[in-house]
């Protein structure tokens, strides 16, 4: 794919094959990788907030008195974040809610597995994403006039939903890491947030920005929904006051965060 949008680089000398150092599932704190990098036992991006390797994605951990995750990674994560609870002293019976970004299977597909058991874990979604989740085959199927929202649908239909779920709007103002605000940015899904704590300056942002050669750009046209409004919806992020951008396959992006979500904001409205 050949990036055409303005651009902004990851600091010099790193770059995502070597900026990363959340340990992978067969390897303990302490071993060397196959690059010679020793894993570290925990990777904390801000105060109370850990980046935790999972099946196809990354998670958030926000660590208070009670657990908060952000998204789910796939289908058999939860022996992953079991192993990374151990190695903070913390346990899985302390979380009490997931929050999901967007409802992709590597965002999603492994709830179910982490509230097994449990009833009391809420599970927060986006509306429009619910839909999607509940959509039956047959409208999955429908034909539209564009076929990535025909695609969008089945990424959809497919994906291990949460049973039960609560709905989570635009501007809502959670109770963690003393505010965390959710901000509807549709396009990659008709449900996608992103979440932002204005006391750390940090934004999450799921799938709705990615790293392309070291670059930070918009979402992935295959995996979009709709990509032209997924791009116009980094005009709402460019509008915060951010020193890291927490991203869901990456490391933090800390290079001029600002100024890289202006100039996609701008590109996109040209």
């Known amino acids: 794919m050949i ?11 790193v770059d995502h094959a070597t900026a990363t150092n959340v340990a992978p599932l067969c390897c303990r704190p302490g071993d060397v990788d196959h690059c010679g990098r020793t894993i570290a036992p925990t ?48 346990r899985l019976d302390e979380l009490d809610r997931i929050i999901c970004t967007h409802g992709h299977p590597d965002h999603i597909g492994g709830i179910q597995d982490l509230v097994r058991g449990r009833g009391d874990v809420r599970v927060l979604v986006h509306p429009a994403d619910l839909v999607g989740l509940r959509l039956p085959l047959r409208e999955a199927l429908a034909r539209t006039s564009e076929r990535s929202v025909r695609r969008g649908r089945l990424i959809q239909y497919l994906t291990r939903a949460p049973q039960d779920c609560t709905p989570i709007d635009d501007g809502a103002l959670l109770p963690m890491l003393g505010g965390l605000r959710v901000i509807h940015t549709p396009g990659h899904t008709p449900g996608s947030i992103c979440l932002y704590v204005e006391r750390l300056r940090l934004l999450f942002t799921g799938d709705v920005l990615q790293v392309i050669r070291g670059r930070l750009t918009y979402a992935s046209t295959f995996f979009s929904h709709d990509h032209a409004e997924a791009r116009a919806s980094v005009e709402r992020l460019a509008a915060l006051d951010v020193d890291a951008i927490a991203l869901s396959h990456y490391p933090p992006w800390t290079d001029d965060p600002n100024g890289a979500l202006r100039a996609l904001a701008q590109a996109a409205a040209s």
């Open 3 to 13: 990036i055409v949008e303005p651009i902004a680089t990851l600091p010099r000398g």
């Open 43 to 90: 990777v904390e991006i801000a105060p109370a907030v850990h980046q935790v390797r999972m099946l196809g994605a990354d998670a958030f951990l926000l660590v208070e008195d009670r657990l908060t995750l952000i998204d789910a990674g796939m289908v058999g994560s939860r022996i992953m974040l079991e192993r990374y609870l151990r190695r903070i002293g913390r």
